[in-house]
């Protein structure tokens, strides 16, 4: 049974970049697309971004000019990377597997999610 | 961006009651492009159903979902104590980004 989780600092400056890793065990990172979601109070669940397992990246527009996604499958884990950071980047964040086929992608599993403060 | 509106916020009910949750979409998702997932405090969401009416492993058979198009919905037939809860959609469709449900909080009434 595949599962995820994340890590990374849970306290950034503003204006530093958000580091986040999402470790997968239990089984293969092949032909599965790898997101990050968040979580925050003022915007709800936020889809950020995935990469697939070869390293193709699709962002969500809201956050393409800051967000930078990346896979190592020899590590079994793939990263977040989120430059100039706010207050308004604070929130839980979550990584999340879907999968290959276009009629199947839903998020599960889900990783537990990582609480980041932005505060200086 | 696909906008995913959900009725009501919130819901006040009794367990053993049943519980309705609209889901709807400012453009189609599709057939069946769309999932409903339950979050509990602390914890992460939890996939329930997908391509809009089939249940995830290990979900109990009360909760289904229906729809197409723009409308969906999910239906909690009998609430168990541990279905209090908040509720979320998600489409999935070829139109990205991805995007979620503002969510539907079930209380306890």
């Known amino acids: 049974q595949v599962q995820l989780q994340e890590s990374g600092p849970g306290l950034v400056k503003p204006s530093e970049t958000l580091s986040l890793n999402c470790s997968v065990s239990g089984g293969s990172m092949s032909n599965h697309y790898w997101n990050w979601i968040r979580q925050s109070p003022g915007k709800g669940l936020e889809w950020i971004g995935y990469?697939?397992?070869?390293?193709?990246?699709h962002y969500n527009p809201s956050f393409e000019s800051r967000v930078t996604i990346s896979i190592d499958t020899s590590k079994n884990q793939f990263s977040l990377r989120l430059t100039s950071v706010t207050a308004a980047d604070a929130a839980v964040y979550f990584c999340?597997?879907?999968?290959?086929?276009?009629?199947?992608?839903?998020?599960?599993?889900w990783g537990q999610g990582t609480v980041v403060t932005v505060s200086s | 961006d696909i906008v995913l509106t959900q009725s009501p916020g919130t819901l006040s009910l009794s367990p053993g009651e049943r519980a309705t949750i609209s889901c709807r979409a400012s453009?189609?998702?599709?057939?069946?492009?769309l999932a409903w997932y339950q979050q509990k405090p602390g914890q992460a969401p939890r996939l329930l159903i997908y391509?809009?009416?089939s249940r995830a492993t290990g979900i109990p058979d009360r909760f289904s979902g229906s729809g197409s198009g723009t409308d969906f919905t999910l239906t909690i037939s009998r609430l168990e104590p541990e279905d209090f809860a908040v509720y979320y959609c998600q489409q999935y469709g070829s139109s990205l980004p991805w995007t979620f449900g503002q969510g539907t909080k079930v209380e306890i009434k």
């Open positions: 999340a597997r879907a999968a290959l086929q276009p009629d199947a992608r839903w998020f599960d599993p």
């Open positions: 391509s809009a009416f």
């Open positions: 453009q189609s998702v599709g057939t069946r492009f």
């Open positions: 990469v697939f397992s070869s390293g193709t990246t």
